[in-house]
């Protein structure tokens, strides 16, 4: 009688991995110990990095440059708070901040709690002492993946302090399209790990290592970085 073989490992590793974004980069960076401990340093400023999507999930990773690598110390998220919550949050680390990285639709107006403004308003009045840069939109969905899955191999990640974020990652899905019967090339927005993802390829799309040596806070007037970076 015939019988089904058991699967190999890497059967089960692709059948795993099949439909998920990201799932070639995070093992890469386990196995290349890329994942770890990565404590904060003192004297280095920390960047964050936002998703401030229309609805009701913020997400911020939290960012340090050294020796040319990119370090990620922390993660936060939240549901159905105000901006005020996650300025306590970030004061509360007693870091030295760089720069806010916001996505391009945070100078957008829209309906903010008991308030309408853009969200970009709204941090200045709370946090008026933070330096702000609005990343610029990239053409694509696809092309903001791909830089992301490029720039993924000189990131390092505390595995205690972004936890949850690292989690969001390795379950962030492709869309199913029932009709063809295949995964899309577009994220399942359904799904409740897209915030991280998102907030990551602000990293990805738009920190410039030059914004660092930006001593003085910007003015209200754009002004564009090398990277098309844009600071607000």
């Known amino acids: 009688m015939w019988r089904e073989m058991p699967s190999t490992p890497k059967e089960c590793w692709q059948k795993s991995s099949e439909g998920v974004f990201l799932t070639k980069q995070l093992t890469a960076a386990r196995l290349q110990r890329r994942i770890g401990q990565v404590p904060h340093v003192t004297h280095v400023p920390v960047n964050t990095f936002w998703d401030i999507g229309s609805g009701d999930g913020t997400a911020i990773w939290l960012h340090q440059y050294v020796g040319g690598r990119d370090r990620f110390i922390g993660f936060i998220e939240g549901w159905d708070e105000g901006y005020e919550h996650y300025v ?13 990285y916001l996505p391009h639709d945070a100078v957008q107006t829209r309906q903010l709690k008991d308030t ?9 009045d709370l946090a008026p002492d933070w330096r702000y840069f609005i990343v610029p939109r990239v ?7 791909e830089i992301l899955r490029k ?4 990131a390092s990640f505390d595995e205690r302090g972004c936890a949850l974020g690292l989690e969001h990652l390795s379950e962030y899905k492709k869309r199913w399209n029932r009709t063809l019967g295949v995964w899309s090339d577009q994220p399942d927005k359904d799904n409740p790990h897209t915030e991280a993802a998102d907030s990551l390829r602000q990293w ?17 007037k754009k002004r564009t970085g090398r990277r098309g970076g844009m600071a607000a």
């Not at 306590?88 to 806010?100: Q, V």
């Not at 053409?139 to 993946?145: A, E, M, P, R």
């Not at 720039?151 to 000189?154: I, L, P």
């Open 139 to 145: 053409q694509t969905f696809q092309l903001g993946i």
């Open 116 to 124: 309408v403004g853009s969200p970009l308003d709204m941090l200045r």
């Open 88 to 100: 306590k949050k970030l004061r509360d680390t007693g870091y030295l901040f760089g720069g806010m």
């Open 204 to 220: 990805a799309q738009g920190f410039d290592p030059a914004h660092l040596n930006i001593k003085t806070r910007p003015d209200r």
């Open 151 to 154: 720039r993924f191999s000189s």
